[in-house]
């Protein structure tokens, strides 16, 4: 039982679908029981699944998301840079007010 949670929390698989009777098989893989519908959704039928699309979709996301940090990143540069020469003309604009006082 506890091996069996382990080996579920190690995999990443739900505890409920590792199959008790066939355990590990002789290649060392666990034998999973994967169900035919799935049991968060709002609908009974089976689940209708092209996994190239849904791969495709995923790299899609996965390239928007490096796209997007990309340029979140260069953009706090940009503000970054700026509150660094607002922050040396507000240096020199004291030191010149010190200088005339």
Known sequence: MA????LGMLLGVPFSCINERRGIDSDGFVNL??????QNVP?????DVDLVE??????AALQRVA???SF???IKEILLTIR??????????L????RDF
């Open 43 to 47: 609908w009974s039928g089976p689940i």
């Open 54 to 59: 849904e791969c495709m979709r995923m790299i």
């Open 33 to 38: 029981d994967r169900p035919k519908y799935a």
């Open 72 to 74: 979140q990143h260069s």
């Open 67 to 69: 796209r997007d940090q």
């Open 3 to 6: 091996l069996k949670s382990l």
């Open 84 to 93: 660094l020469a607002i922050a040396n003309a507000r240096i020199r604009s």
């Open 95 to 98: 030191e010149e007010r010190i």
